[in-house]
């Protein structure tokens, strides 16, 4: 038994290499939050169309996407897809195997902001004169937004976590490039532990930010509309 | 537009729900520009969904509406170009409640009518002081009674230099003791010469204010009669039945 290495887990607590991993998970997050929300938009507005044909693609895409594991996604875009001809590179396949899985679960998020503003305040804009789009930007996205800051907040700490599948595909994020480090120095426990904390860091520094934007967000509204319209 | 167009036109208009329920049965009616009119009768009796019909937030299934001689009922119509030019006012008041009032009196002076800020915000002022509601453009719907709400929702509408308004049971949704503050704004719209169609149970405004009395009952216009008329000698039983259930005894 070789017990506890305490001075390799504090060389590797504040080593740059995993410092940059934790940096790469971080963005990996940030850019799924951000492409799947722009992306989950679209496919809620799909699936509410009056178009039965255009409603269907996008339940289609949120059952395909949200029925399969992420792990299989990403290996059938990096490793399967190249058998037809479609050659990405890793980060590309990470980039897009993670967006297109999170478009489906915050499209369902937003679909259910969306559909939670009351049908009144839609007629009361058109009766105004707005045009559909407008409607949509002043109207009902200020106000869906109420409901969906708080889930989205719960998908930014679930991506947190979610991005080390990647290390299966070798992207160099956090949870990778521990595996690498482990590969070279066997300290299996520490450096894992280490990775640990560093994940424990980045979601406990979102949930702080996440709560601020909650308050601010429940502040804008006056007193009323805290204890719900 | 000619002071002879009217300002509404209602052409045989039929609206059905499912194809065993319809709503509006060959409604027709014409409203000139200036008039009072107040569409009253039995809950369900479709008055809502005709005045909805008017402003196109609801299609009919045929016939036609035509709003100061331009056709809403077509599939060219351009409907929001249409609806800007009509007031509305909701039973639920409808404020948006992200915005604060002022913001809810500017939102489509700016981005329908293309004011700018300064002409938007002006005009607001203007509008809240006449509707008594100065003095609270920052707050937001949520913190104002209901009162208050529904002559804010007035003003909003007016902001948009309407050439008619349509009021549904602009009341219904209110505390007694709040019902004449809105009446009251109402009133003197009405005496200003605005084009009016409003859907109510106050007869007292209606007697005051409408120059023509619509009765619906399931979906038809029953009886469409001059307000003194129709108050003292209702032509049809079922107008007649309606008016000994709402009218003070």
Redesign the interface.
Known sequence: MKGWNWQGFFEYLTNTYLFEGALVTLGLTAFSMTAGLILGFFIAVLRMSRFRILSTIASLYIWLFRGTPLLVQLIIIYTGLPQVGIKLSVIQSTLLGLALCEAAYLSEIVRAGITSVPRGQVNAARAIGMREAQIMRYVIMPQALRLIIPPLGNSVNSVLKTTSIASIISMEELLRRTQVLIQEKFLVLELFVVAAIYYLIMTTAWEFVQRRIEARLGKAYGQSAMTGL | MSDAMPMFELQSVNKWYSPSFQVLKNCCLTVGKGEVVVVCGPSGSGKSTLI?CM?A?EAVTDGRILVAGAEVTTPKAD???L??????V?Q?F?????MTILENLC??QE??LGRSREAAIAKANLLLERVGIAGQAG??P??LSGGQQQRV?IA??LA?DPVAMLFDEPTSALDPEMINEVLDVMVSLAQEGMTMVVVTHEMGFARKVADRIVFMDAGEIVEVAPSETFFAAPQTDRARAFLSKILPH
Do not use: D
């Open positions: 909805k402003n937030l409907l929001p170009a609806r800007a030019r009509v007031g509305m909701f639920s409808e404020l948006f409640s992200h939102i489509g981005k329908v707050k937001y949520g913190q929702a909003r509408a948009m």
